[in-house]
């Protein structure tokens, strides 16, 4: 196993001792066992800017507040700073979201701090151990599939409650420990307030939760606790502990003007990537 430069310079600073293991390598990042001292942590090593998507980060940064006018003009300029400012914006992302949620009362995982582009936090074990095994790879009773379902839907509407929307919420964001699910995979977080598409992932994000444990508990792939949630947020009137239903009547008589925008938006996209098809075609 070849140890990557990030974590020996970890290694070398004393903030870790040893790298015991490679634990998963997903899309965006690497995940190692590690130990510091008399404890087991884990230790995410973010790839490289250019192996990510591109495109998925564009929509997910309109609501991210830039630290100042020239970080957001090199950002938005492309230039060789903004790409160094906008990767350092994306890793700090996730810490800081971790922070903020356990502050907050949220199961994830707890920061210990994060060095040279790695997150050390805490690794989330099974009730032996073991690295935890994910939502969607664990076989649930109704009762608990449930439960998780009421356990999940209650991080969201506390994370909402910070002005937070996960923003790729999935049985495989989803680790099952011994007192039950923890939120994991925070870089792509999204603020509530400043995105015209944050209902959109939040009600995306809920719906996963629920098709998945709903495989379980198919009763619960009648609720709405999403839409129920947002209507409340929107109001002003979601607190963390607000006692939900998974009832929803939408309202009438309120015109969804965002629904509305959407619309519009992707008629208007729609038509340029048709104009844009014909032009080609003429081209050749
Ligand atoms: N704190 C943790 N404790 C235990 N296991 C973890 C922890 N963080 C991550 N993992 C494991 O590493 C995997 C990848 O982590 P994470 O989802 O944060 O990174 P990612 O690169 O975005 O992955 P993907 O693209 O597959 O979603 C997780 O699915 C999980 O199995
Ligand atoms: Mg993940």
Redesign the pocket.
Known sequence: MKTPASLLMLIDEGVIDEVLRP?????????YVVRAGDDVR?A?VYKDMAQRSFQKRAQYQEGRKSRGSREARAVASGSRYGRKQQEAEWKNAEVDALYQLREAGVRV?EPYGFFHGVLV?????DAEGF??P?LGEVELTPEQAREYHAVLVRQVVRMLCCGLIHG?LSA??V?VGPDGP?V??F?QVVSAGGNNAARTMLLRDVNNLTATLGRWAPELLDTWYGEEMWELFEAGTLLPDTPLTGQFTPDERSVDLDGVRDAINDARELALIRQQGREAQDED
């Open positions: 634990l998963k390598s997903g899309k965006e990042a690497s995940v884990c995410k995982p936090m805490e690794l989330v074990t690295s935890a994910r790729d495989y964001n680790l923890v994991i995979d870089p």
